[in-house]
């Protein structure tokens, strides 16, 4: 968040503030710390912070509208812009779906309150998502609702779907076997964003009916106006975990002894320091750099085991990974724009790359970036089947395949920082 000239957020601007009420000053405060910057311009925080004394009311449903805007469906899970139960069912199946195979366990369900998963049904859990076969020997659903924790029944776990309000769901990883913590810990932030998206979603539809109404009170607009922010901040918060804890589990699920994926993502992001690329262009590829591997969390483990040579089936499964991957993001929209630099990371410059044959600058330079970090990276490494190079010998490796498969600027950016970091 950049500040206005006096040196303070610029939410935080007294001089537009509602009959100079101190509770507005705190939701300026509260507003800019909450958004994540790249959301926020400085046109938008001056709408939101500006009014007209002469009409409160219309003031605070401006700023519910501008708050609205910010989340719209394609900042947070699609689940938000689904039109019908059928629809948004299909997106919990498919979720489910690629929980089951990434994390290699029997089955996975996904339940959702009655009242959120707009059903006729009497019953009070819905299940709107599953993925293969398996029965737990004890049923923890409504304990894990009432109490909100994780509940384990032999192998299986129960994670509740909440946010900081309520429990809306639980989700069930059903497996014969324990279930890497990793895995949990992942699930878990996967439940706190679809529980934050529901309820952002509820609360954007109460608004619309306040606003909708003429006799609605300024106190009611004010604290539909503090859940907003309050849960557009959450969400934020919850995505940043997210991609944190996938990319943990990706790293332990490839073998790596180091976080691979992490120190890619900060290799990356010093590139694009050197090359000064603005920021948010940099914060995107720190992202897709921290999510490059995704699709190797749905590949068997077994295979990142072998250290003899793999069989043709073996290497498709492993050169497919990537498509896995990014199917599982486009069903979390806040995270589309990093899909082109991990899609195209596999490309070389000379035109002999996969998927699309894409040569020289025709390929995103974020992928470009991403893979000679990621090369780099893994060179300098232990890996099951060799040990890591020394920093001189790897570079010199990257600077022999200069033109072939690295861009040269990208390398030669490269070498700068590593020369910093000596």
């Known amino acids: 968040?950049?500040?206005?000239?006096?040196?303070?957020?610029?939410?935080?601007?007294?001089?537009?503030?509602?009959d100079d009420n101190p509770m507005e000053e705190l939701f300026a405060l509260n507003l800019?710390?909450?958004?994540?910057?790249?959301?926020?311009?400085?046109?938008?925080?001056?709408?939101?912070?500006?009014?007209?004394?002469?009409?409160?009311?219309?003031?605070?449903?401006?700023?519910?509208?501008?708050?609205?805007?910010?989340?719209?469906?394609?900042?947070?899970?699609s689940l938000l812009s689904m039109a019908s139960k059928e629809?948004?069912?299909?997106?919990?199946?498919?979720?489910?779906?690629?929980?089951?195979?990434?994390?290699?366990?029997?089955a996975c369900k996904i339940y959702l309150l009655n009242e959120f998963a707009k059903s006729n049904s009497n019953r009070k859990l819905i299940l709107v998502g599953k993925s293969g076969r398996f029965t737990v020997e004890k049923d923890l659903t409504k304990e894990v609702v009432l109490n909100g924790k994780n509940a384990k029944c032999k192998s299986s776990v129960f994670v509740p779907m909440k946010n900081n309000l309520r429990t809306i769901g639980v989700i069930l990883l059903a497996n014969d076997k324990p279930i890497a913590k990793e895995y949990v810990s992942l699930t878990e932030t996967i439940a706190k964003l679809f529980a934050t998206s529901l309820a952002l979603q509820a609360e954007m539809d109460y608004s619309?009916?306040?606003?909708?109404?003429?006799?609605?009170?300024?106190?009611?607009?004010k604290t539909v106006r503090g859940e907003l922010t309050a849960l557009i901040g959450d969400l934020c918060d919850y995505q940043q975990e997210f991609v944190?804890?996938?990319?943990?589990?990706?790293?332990?699920?490839?073998?790596?002894?180091?976080?691979?994926?992490?120190n890619t993502a900060n290799l990356a992001r010093m590139i694009c320091k050197q090359l000064k690329l603005n920021e948010k262009t940099t914060d995107l590829i720190y992202y897709a750099g921290l999510?490059?591997?995704?699709?190797?969390?749905?590949?068997p483990e077994k295979l990142f085991n072998t250290k003899?040579?793999?069989?043709?089936?073996?290497?498709?499964?492993?050169?497919?990974?990537?498509?896995v991957g990014v199917h599982f993001l486009m069903n979390i929209n806040f995270l589309s724009e990093v899909v082109p630099y991990i899609t195209y990371r596999t490309e070389r410059?000379?035109?002999?790359?996969?998927?699309?044959?894409?040569?020289?600058?025709?390929?995103?330079?974020?992928?470009?970036?991403?893979?000679?970090?990621?090369?780099?990276?893994?060179?300098?490494?232990?890996?099951?089947?060799?040990?890591?190079?020394p920093v001189d010998k790897a570079l010199s490796i990257m600077k022999d395949e200069v033109d072939k498969k690295w861009d040269v600027v990208v390398v030669n950016a490269l070498a700068e920082v590593v020369k910093q970091q000596a």
């Not at 999510?291 to 590949?299: E, P, R, S």
């Not at 003899?308 to 498509?323: D, F, M, P, T, V």
Request: hydrophobic share 40%; proline share 2%.
């Open 32 to 77: 800019g710390d909450f958004l994540s910057e790249h959301l926020i311009s400085a046109e938008l925080a001056q709408k939101i912070g500006s009014h007209d004394k002469t009409n409160k009311r219309s003031r605070l449903i401006e700023q519910i509208k501008e708050l609205t805007s910010i989340y719209s469906s394609n900042k947070t899970l």
């Open 291 to 299: 999510l490059q591997n995704i699709g190797k969390i749905a590949v």
């Open 208 to 221: 619309d009916a306040l606003i909708a109404d003429e006799f609605s009170a300024e106190r009611e607009l």
């Open 349 to 389: 410059v000379d035109g002999s790359g996969e998927p699309e044959g894409l040569k020289g600058q025709s390929i995103p330079l974020g992928s470009r970036i991403i893979a000679a970090a990621d090369a780099f990276s893994a060179l300098t490494s232990d890996r099951p089947f060799r040990k890591a190079l």
């Open 1 to 18: 968040m950049k500040n206005n000239e006096n040196g303070v957020s610029l939410f935080s601007q007294s001089e537009f503030l509602i």
């Open 87 to 106: 629809e948004e069912n299909a997106i919990y199946a498919s979720i489910a779906a690629t929980i089951e195979k990434m994390f290699e366990i029997k």
């Open 244 to 262: 944190e804890k996938l990319a943990t589990a990706v790293d332990m699920k490839g073998q790596y002894k180091v976080a691979h994926s992490q």
């Open 308 to 323: 003899g040579k793999l069989s043709a089936k073996e290497l498709k499964k492993i050169h497919a990974h990537s498509n």
